[in-house]
C-alpha cells in the first residue's frame, strides 16, 4: 500500500523509519517532511493543515493510508474531512475524529470527560476574562504551586507552574486579558498540584479494541536539573524504571480501560493513540492529560522498541480488529537525546549546517528541525535531532546516545547532560 505521513519533526521521522521496514508498504510520502524524511521518503511540500492540497495528493499518488503525526490537523477534523467525503471515506486515517481530538484540544472538554468517567485526575475549575477575579479568588484556596493551563493548543508551552500567588494572579490575568497564548489562553484550567514523579503511557485503539505501548518519560524543562522554560522536549527515555508490574496493572484498571469504554459509551469515534500523561502520587497514578497523538519526543524511544510491523498494527486499527494482532516490544531500554539551536525555546537562527552524522555508530538519528539546502543538511527549527540508543537499561542506552550527541556539530548545538537524573 502507498502511505502518507503528516508533520516534519522526530516524530513523523520516526514513523516513517518504521513504515519503510515493512513488507506491506510500497511507497512513502511525507507532508511536509524532513531532511531525514528525504532519504527514506518523498518529501511533498503541503502544509499538514492544507485539507485541499493533502486530498489532491491522496488521489494523485493512490495513496492507501494516512498516518496524523502531530495535533493541529486531527484537532481541525482531518478524520472527519476524510470520512465524509466520497472519494477519500475509503483512506484509513489513523487518528481520531474531532470529537475524540478535543480531549487535547480543550484542557476543559478532558477535565470534564476525566470525571465523567471517573478517572482520577487533579481538582481543577476554569476561567474566562469575564471570571478573571473569580479565578484570583479559586487560587486563594489552593496551596502553592499554582498551576495554570491555556484551555487549547499552545505548542506544549502553555502550562505555567508557579510558587507566589502575586505571579499566579498576575499570569492569570496576563492568560485572559493579555492573551499571552493567543485564542488558546481565551479560558483557562486552574488545577491542583499534584506532587509526583509524571511518565507517559501510550495506547493505540481502534475503537472498540487497544493495545498498550511501552511507557515514557520526557524532559520538558530546557534547563539541567529540570529549569527554566518549558519546551516541546529534551529527551526521553522507555520504559519508566519505577512503572512496575503492580503500578501498571493499576493503570490499566483505573484509566486506560475507563478511556476507551467512556470513547465508546459516548459514540466518539477514535482509531489513533492516546497519549495519557500521567503522574505518580505516592503509589498511585493520576491522570495530567490528554494528547491524541504520539508524543515527541518521546516517540523517538517508544517505536524503536516495537518489533511488530507498525504498518501491519495500523491495518488492523482501520479494520478494528487490534484484539487479533499481538505486540512483541524490545525487552532492553531506550534512551533519547534531543540538540536544540542555541536560544531555543525563545529566539534562535535557522540555516545552520549540520555536520557528523554519518560518524554515529550504534544509534539511530531520526531529525526533528532540519531541511536539506542543496546536499547540505541545515538547521530548521529549535529542536534539530535526536539520537537515540538501546541497551540492557536507560544508564547503559543514555552514555551510548551521550558519546554520539558528541559527534554532531552545528552553531550553538545545546543538549542536556542530565537526562534520567530523577530515575
Known amino acids: 500500500?502507498?502511505?502518507?505521513?503528516?508533520?516534519?519533526?522526530?516524530?513523523?521521522?520516526?514513523?516513517?523509519?518504521?513504515?519503510?521496514?515493512?513488507?506491506?508498504?510500497?511507497?512513502?510520502?511525507?507532508?511536509?517532511?524532513?531532511?531525514?524524511?528525504?532519504?527514506?521518503?518523498?518529501?511533498?511540500?503541503?502544509?499538514?493543515?492544507?485539507?485541499?492540497?493533502?486530498?489532491?495528493?491522496?488521489?494523485?499518488?493512490?495513496?492507501?493510508?494516512?498516518?496524523?503525526?502531530?495535533?493541529?490537523?486531527?484537532?481541525?477534523?482531518?478524520?472527519?474531512?476524510?470520512?465524509?467525503?466520497?472519494?477519500?471515506?475509503?483512506?484509513?486515517?489513523?487518528?481520531?475524529?474531532?470529537?475524540?481530538?478535543?480531549?487535547?484540544?480543550?484542557?476543559?472538554?478532558?477535565?470534564?470527560?476525566?470525571?465523567?468517567?471517573?478517572?482520577?485526575?487533579?481538582?481543577?475549575?476554569?476561567?474566562?476574562?469575564?471570571?478573571?477575579?473569580?479565578?484570583?479568588?479559586?487560587?486563594?484556596?489552593?496551596?502553592a504551586p499554582y498551576v495554570l493551563k491555556a484551555d487549547g493548543l499552545a505548542a506544549g508551552k502553555g502550562v505555567l507552574i508557579l510558587e507566589n500567588i502575586e505571579d499566579a494572579k498576575a499570569e492569570l490575568e496576563n492568560m485572559l486579558t493579555n492573551k499571552k497564548f493567543g485564542v488558546a489562553s481565551e479560558k483557562v484550567v486552574i488545577e491542583e498540584f499534584l506532587d509526583g514523579i509524571e511518565l507517559s503511557v501510550f495506547v493505540l485503539t481502534d475503537g472498540k479494541n487497544y493495545v498498550t505501548l511501552p511507557t515514557a518519560k520526557d524532559y520538558k524543562r530546557i534547563g539541567e536539573g529540570d529549569t527554566g522554560l518549558n519546551t516541546g522536549g529534551m529527551g526521553a527515555i522507555s520504559p519508566v524504571p519505577f512503572a512496575d508490574e503492580i503500578f501498571m496493572n493499576k493503570i490499566e484498571k483505573r484509566i486506560i480501560k475507563p478511556t476507551v469504554e467512556g470513547l465508546i459509551k459516548e459514540k466518539i469515534e477514535y482509531k489513533g493513540f492516546i497519549f495519557i500523561g500521567l503522574i505518580k502520587v505516592g503509589d498511585e497514578p493520576k491522570v495530567i492529560e490528554y494528547n491524541v497523538r504520539m508524543g515527541d519526543p518521546e516517540t523517538e524511544a517508544v517505536l524503536p522498541r516495537l518489533q511488530t510491523d507498525l504498518v501491519s498494527l495500523f491495518t488492523h486499527v482501520a479494520k478494528q480488529t487490534l484484539n487479533e494482532i499481538d505486540v512483541e516490544i524490545d525487552p532492553r531500554s531506550a534512551a533519547t537525546v534531543m540538540t536544540v539551536s542555541g536560544g531555543y525555546p525563545e529566539a534562535y537562527d535557522k540555516g545552520k549546517q549540520i555536520t557528523g552524522i554519518d560518524t554515529i555508530k550504534d544509534s539511530l538519528v531520526f531529525h526533528a528541525g532540519t531541511k536539506l539546502d542543496g546536499d547540505t543538511i541545515v538547521t530548521n527549527g529549535g529542536r534539530v535531532m535526536a539520537v537515540t540508543s538501546l541497551d540492557i537499561d536507560f544508564k547503559e542506552a543514555l552514555k551510548k546516545s551521550y558519546k554520539n550527541v558528541e559527534k554532531l556539530h552545528f552553531d550553538k548545538i545545546y543538549y542536556r547532560k542530565d537526562l534520567g537524573f530523577d530515575l
Do not use: W
Not at 502507498?2 to 519533526?9: A, C, M, P, Y
Not at 531525514?36 to 511533498?44: E, L, P, Y
Open 1 to 143: 500500500m502507498n502511505i502518507l505521513v503528516l508533520g516534519s519533526g522526530g516524530r513523523e521521522h520516526t514513523f516513517t523509519y518504521k513504515i519503510a521496514q515493512s513488507d506491506l508498504c510500497e511507497k512513502i510520502f511525507v507532508a511536509p517532511g524532513n531532511a531525514g524524511t528525504a532519504k527514506i521518503a518523498k518529501n511533498i511540500p503541503i502544509a499538514v493543515s492544507d485539507f485541499v492540497a493533502i486530498k489532491a495528493l491522496v488521489k494523485t499518488e493512490g495513496i492507501d493510508m494516512v498516518v496524523v503525526g502531530p495535533e493541529d490537523p486531527l484537532v481541525l477534523g482531518i478524520y472527519d474531512f476524510f470520512a465524509k467525503d466520497e472519494e477519500l471515506k475509503k483512506v484509513a486515517v489513523i487518528g481520531p475524529s474531532l470529537e475524540g481530538a478535543k480531549l487535547e484540544g480543550s484542557k476543559e472538554y478532558a477535565k470534564k470527560f476525566l470525571i465523567r468517567h471517573n478517572i482520577p485526575t487533579a481538582a481543577y475549575q476554569s476561567f474566562t476574562p469575564e471570571t478573571v477575579d473569580e479565578g484570583k479568588e479559586f487560587l486563594e484556596t489552593l496551596n
